[in-house]
């Protein structure tokens, strides 16, 4: 198995972001690659990604028939790239909430873990910019109250930067995989402790995306309040 690794980019209307975006990542490590996976955005955000794709073997784009949630997007991602020989897989948002500048951290600390997760509430300090206090208290809280009820002793379970050992993913039955908004970043962290992988969380400054939209919606916090519930009684009856 080669050390290379594989950043997983959903999009879905990230025009203004993903011809930024990919390059940047590239040129952190030569050993990164770039899977943008594109569910079909109206405002054309594929067919950039495509031509990223043409000019640059290092990026490839998966294209689905329509908007899924980023869960579903991640799924196929991990899919495609255990189906190839990619060492560590990452999760990243297209948007700059999550800094590419971090990367060359995710990937020194893999070496000593499994699961490597960008921590904006690590050691009791708040590194999040630019979010109103409504968007922090719902994140912060979620935090607390998905703690207490799967016993996940994680600073920031709900973050979507991370970096999977290949391992990992081979080990969690993807198909089972539930959920869709923040309750999946939750789901695929716990399915890999319950399998007693290591996780460690890194300290990351989480930037408020200034271009396009966020795509939370009262359907995705309704997730995330029931599927806590539902780990736990995974874990009771053994079926994580
Ligand atoms: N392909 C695809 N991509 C999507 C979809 N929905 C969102 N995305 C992409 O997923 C990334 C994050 O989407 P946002 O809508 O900006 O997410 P967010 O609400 O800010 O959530 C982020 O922070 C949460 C924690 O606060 C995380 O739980 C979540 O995973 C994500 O990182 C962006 O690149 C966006 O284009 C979808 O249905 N399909």
Redesign the pocket.
């Known amino acids: 198995m080669g050390e290379r690794a594989l950043v997983i980019?959903?999009?879905?209307?990230?025009s203004e972001?993903v011809t930024r975006i990919v390059p940047l990542i590239l040129a952190q490590d030569s050993r990164l690659d770039v899977l943008v996976?594109?569910?079909n955005?109206p405002d054309g955000?594929g067919q950039l990604a495509d031509q990223l794709a043409a000019a640059d073997p290092r990026v490839h784009v998966l294209h689905?028939a329509g908007?899924?949630?980023?869960g579903?997007?991640y799924l196929a991602g991990f899919k495609w790239a255990l189906e190839r020989d990619y060492a560590f897989i990452f999760?990243m948002?297209?948007?700059f909430?999550?800094d590419p500048g971090h990367l060359p951290e995710f990937l020194a600390a893999i070496r000593d873990t499994d699961l490597v997760l960008g921590s904006?509430y690590r050691d009791g300090k708040v590194t999040v910019v630019n979010w109103p206090m409504t968007?922090l208290m719902l994140?912060y809280g979620a935090n607390i109250y998905a703690r207490a009820v799967t016993g996940l002793r994680l600073g920031d379970a709900?973050?979507?930067?991370k970096c999977f050992r290949r391992e990992v993913l081979m080990a969690i039955p993807l198909d089972q995989v539930r959920s869709n908004?923040?309750a999946?970043?939750i789901e695929m962290s716990f399915r890999a402790w319950k399998r007693g992988f290591r996780i460690a969380e890194i300290p990351i400054v989480?930037h408020?995306?200034t271009e396009?939209?966020?795509?939370?919606s009262k359907r995705?916090v309704r997730e995330a309040i029931w599927m806590v519930w539902r780990l736990r009684w995974w874990a009771i009856t053994g079926n994580a």
């Open positions: 980019v959903p999009t879905y209307n990230e972001n996976v594109d569910d955005s955000t689905r908007k899924e949630g980023l579903r997007a999760e948002d297209a948007d909430s999550h904006r968007r994140s709900t973050g979507g930067f908004g923040y999946f970043q989480f408020d995306r396009g939209e966020s795509k939370m995705i």
